[in-house]
């Protein structure tokens, strides 16, 4: 009976780092969703006022729509524009930095799920590495920030989802590791 209530006294000291590292991890899901850029002032008005045109025909995008743009929606216009032939070689790399992006923060909600708190942490910190990486290539190429576009709410996001998640599983690891050095105290003194 006393082995029963330990273990639910170690599940229940593991539900809040777990659903801390948890939450980090789906706040970088939905790092993909919201907007990544935002288009600037005059800019912003003429898409506003043209909301109904089309802002790019090949994917089916309107002004309205491109008003605040994704990574989802920028690996939906680098897949097309590589499909064209546009640019291919940069289409193609902008395309596979946000997929790897995209999978690394499964991975890391995938491990936080899993309570795996050492590969939780190295997965959020390749996703945040990869995350910086699109923002400076985007930067280097003058994509964000431009003369019609700034930086979306996405980055800082990116940066609470990847601090929350880290956190989440430093402390989800050293709540395992007391738990476990409990346990063969309990067990040394059960032998004695």
Same mark, same amino acid.
């Given at each position: 009976m006393e082995e029963k209530n330990n273990t639910k006294d170690q599940k229940k000291r593991l539900m809040i780092p777990f659903v801390i590292a948890l939450a980090g991890s789906l706040v970088l899901i939905i790092t993909l969703f919201l907007p990544f850029a935002s288009a600037k002032d005059d800019y912003k #008005?003429?898409?506003?006022?043209? =909301?109904?045109? @089309?802002? =790019?025909? #090949? *994917?089916e995008m309107t002004n309205k729509e491109a008003i605040n743009l994704s990574l989802f929606e920028y690996g939906r216009i680098y897949?097309?524009?590589?499909? @064209?032939? *546009?640019?291919?070689?940069m289409s193609i790399t902008c395309l596979v930095a946000i997929s790897i992006f995209a999978v690394l923060v499964i991975l890391t909600t995938l491990f936080s799920l899993l309570k795996k708190p050492i590969v939780t942490i190295i997965f959020d910190l390749f996703s945040f590495g990869a995350f910086r990486l699109i923002m400076w290539d985007?930067?280097?190429?003058?994509? *964000?920030? =431009?003369r019609n576009y700034g930086w979306g709410i996405a980055r800082y996001f990116c940066y609470i989802g990847a601090a929350v998640a880290l956190v989440g599983a430093i402390y989800l690891l050293v709540t395992k590791l007391k738990i476990k050095k409990e346990r063969k105290l309990i067990q040394n003194s059960a032998a004695e």
């Open positions: #008005e003429y898409l506003r006022k043209y =909301s109904d045109d @089309m802002f =790019s025909e #090949e *994917i897949a097309k524009t590589a499909e @064209m032939g *546009i640019q291919k070689a985007f930067n280097d190429r003058g994509v *964000i920030p =431009s």
